[in-house]
């Protein structure tokens, strides 16, 4: 705070703090695109490979009589600092809420004082959907064209719209879902936004005689089975992001080229993580991070028959960095804003 006085000699406080920006999801969505997030996700994961990025691992609270919990997820990266703070509510499709919703913030790492505040449900999907983008970049074949989703709830939209971006053509869709309702809204939806042709099965084999398996559901047992995977197939295991989750049977995964987002959390709560505590596999099975690919530390795919695997569970540097994008472009907006401490 800087001081002035007034005519009858009273001390005034000025503040120099900027003002505190609040961001809703109409913002998100004008100032974060696809394209853009994939541009940022991918180097938040190049940046954390080369040791240039601070992100400790997520901590939960564990609400299971709600059936709900909760991340905060704090990060330091490329000049911004910040933390999520997530739910997963498995049920709130009864509510018609999303079952993810989050808020992220980010704060001047000089001095801490909160920049913005802001919505961070759609930063989310927008930048999971992302890390699945980039995967298929670097894992799959460069033939790929025929995809199978797993799960046809927002995750799943999100990743198509990623994929959408970074495959050059995509031939066929084939999305299951346990709920009928749920894969063909996902067919009509999905179909027309991105004009490509979607069809609904009623199998999870029907969908994973694919080139390309994404997996986003909540299922806390093995979905997908390697006695439906061909060679050459790449899988995005999106789903599992917590401790018990695993939609991938454990042997699929014992052949196959494990990529990681990120070593702690994967071994804690990705879909490694039930195979690894009930000793299918060991950590030396995994090849590693998506980010080693991305830098050129490590080769993605070798192959035209090798499976590939990538673990997402989702980190905080992902987030940070799309906040950061979205902060930069409202600043000079009419956005709302307030001052943090008046
Ligand atoms: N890795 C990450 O960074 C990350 C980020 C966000 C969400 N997630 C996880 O992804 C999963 C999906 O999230 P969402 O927001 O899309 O949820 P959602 O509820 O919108 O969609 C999940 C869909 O999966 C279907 N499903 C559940 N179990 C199934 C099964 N056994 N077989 C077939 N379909 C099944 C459901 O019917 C639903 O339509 C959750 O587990 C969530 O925690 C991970």
């Not at 025929?146 to 046809?152: F, K, R």
């Not at 879902?177 to 996902?186: F, N, S």
């Not at 994008?325 to 009419?334: N, Q």
Request: with cysteine; hydrophobic share 40%; glycine share 8%.
């Amino acid at each position: 705070m800087a001081s002035s006085s007034d005519s009858k000699g009273k001390e005034n406080k000025v503040s120099t703090a900027p003002k505190t920006l609040l961001l809703g999801r109409h913002e998100i969505e004008e100032f974060l695109s696809m394209n853009e997030a994939l541009r940022v996700v991918e180097n938040a994961f190049k940046l954390k490979a080369q040791g240039k990025a601070i992100m400790p691992r997520k901590i939960y609270l564990d609400l299971s009589e709600y059936q709900g919990d909760y991340r905060a997820m704090p990060a330091y990266i490329d000049g911004s600092a910040g933390v999520k703070w997530v739910s997963r509510y498995q049920n709130n499709r009864k509510y018609n809420l999303p079952a993810v919703m989050a808020i992220i913030t980010l704060c001047d790492p000089k001095t801490g004082y909160p920049l913005v505040i802001m919505d961070g449900t759609l930063i989310t999907r927008m930048r999971t959907g992302a890390a699945g983008g980039i995967a298929v970049k670097y894992l799959a074949r460069k033939d790929s064209t025929v995809i199978g989703m797993i799960g046809a709830g927002i995750q799943a939209r999100a990743q198509l719209l990623a994929i959408s971006e970074v495959l050059p053509r995509i031939g066929e869709v084939k999305v299951f879902d346990q709920y009928r309702d749920a894969r063909l809204r996902y067919t009509e939806e999905m179909g027309a936004e991105l004009n490509i042709s979607i069809r609904p099965v009623e199998t999870v084999e029907a969908a994973t005689e694919a080139d390309i398996v994404v997996a986003t559901t909540y299922a806390t047992g093995p979905v997908v089975k390697k006695q439906h995977i061909k060679p050459g197939t790449h899988i995005n295991a999106i789903g599992a992001d917590a401790p018990g989750k695993q939609e991938l049977e454990a042997d699929l995964l014992s052949g196959a080229k494990i990529v990681i987002d990120e070593i702690e959390q994967a071994c804690h709560s990705g879909e490694i993580n039930v195979p690894l505590s009930e000793g299918y596999l060991k950590v030396e099975d995994i090849y590693c991070t998506l980010g080693e690919v991305a830098a050129g530390m490590k080769k993605g795919r070798e192959n035209d028959a090798e499976i590939t695997i990538f673990d997402s569970t989702g980190l905080a540097i992902q987030d940070i960095v799309c906040a950061k994008l979205v902060y930069e472009k409202a600043k000079g907006r009419e956005v709302t804003t307030f001052d943090f401490f008046d």
